[in-house]
């Protein structure tokens, strides 16, 4: 019987434990993979629950704003409004386009007072005012006049856009302004404080801020009226927060109702969710 010179043996076990290596470099690499695609894959099951669960606080709106029974439906003064579906919580909130300012209508003393009173500093003011009516109207750097209802904003989210404004004053004006009124005329009944406080045409337009932010926090009752008659052809922004175990996100849906019963609504427009403050 011929033996194998010690040369071929050694390099026989060299080859297998590097075989060996190889194998559990391989599988290791295979389960940190898995793993990954496994989490991935979570992650994303759980985002597409809270989507479905958001969708359904939008339903759950609608079904509230345009309830037969008067005494169950809700009202465009009522503050925010939260359940449960599905095992998340969902905090519901309803805005008046009509109660908010139009980016496209509003005038340069009015935008002072609105960057004013969303907490600019003072020296940047003008700036700021003379930068977004620049983006509104570009003509005006040509010397042109400016023309208020030009329409240069066909989102509020171009907001963000205008030279000079932060993330903070954006969030702080977000909530008061709006492009999906119709050119309506301001109606202060069901308005964002900020709004008030910017329109308002005499001393007391920081009092009734005031109030509107405490009917919205639910520190006072809501003034009642006929609601019903008031959201034919009226925008509505409903903003749903869901959040579970796993996070948050939020989804915005405009709303335009037309009294019919057979198509009650129909949607302006519907933002893409993104994560929950």
């Known amino acids: 019987m011929s033996r194998r010179p010690h040369g071929d043996r050694g390099s026989a076990v060299v080859a ?5 290596a190889a194998f559990a470099l391989l599988a290791d690499q295979i389960v940190h993979t898995s793993r990954s695609a496994l989490q991935s894959a979570s992650a994303e099951e759980a985002r597409g629950q809270l989507e479905a669960d958001a969708e359904a606080g939008l339903a759950i709106a609608v079904d509230g704003l345009t309830a037969a029974d008067s005494a169950k439906r809700w009202g465009l003064a009522d503050g925010p409004h939260s359940t ?6 969902l905090e519901i909130r309803v805005e008046d386009e009509r109660g908010k300012i139009s980016l496209n209508t509003i005038t340069e003393a009015q935008l002072q007072k609105l960057f004013d009173k969303a907490g600019a500093p003072a020296q940047t003011v003008p700036d700021l005012v003379a930068a977004f009516l620049n983006f509104r109207d570009p003509g005006r750097l040509n010397g042109a006049a400016a023309d208020a209802g030009a329409g240069g904003f066909v989102s509020v989210e171009q907001l963000a856009q205008v030279p000079g404004m932060t993330p903070a004053l954006y969030a702080a004006i977000v909530p008061a302004v709006t492009v999906s009124n119709g050119n309506a005329p301001f109606d202060p009944r069901y308005a964002a404080p900020l709004a008030l406080e910017v329109m308002a045409q005499g001393p007391g337009g920081e009092v009734a801020a005031i109030e509107r932010s405490r009917e919205l926090a639910g520190e006072r009752p809501a003034l009642s009226g006929s609601d019903e008659e008031a ?4 925008a509505v922004t409903v903003r749903v927060t869901a959040r579970d175990a796993d996070g948050g996100l939020e989804k915005t849906a405009i709303l335009e109702f037309t009294g019919r019963p057979d198509h009650p609504y129909v949607v302006r427009k ?4 993104s994560p929950a403050a």
């Open 84 to 89: 449960v579906f599905n095992g998340a919580n």
């Open 231 to 234: 959201l034919v052809g009226r």
């Open 16 to 20: 297998a434990v590097f075989a060996a």
């Open 270 to 273: 519907q933002t893409d969710s």
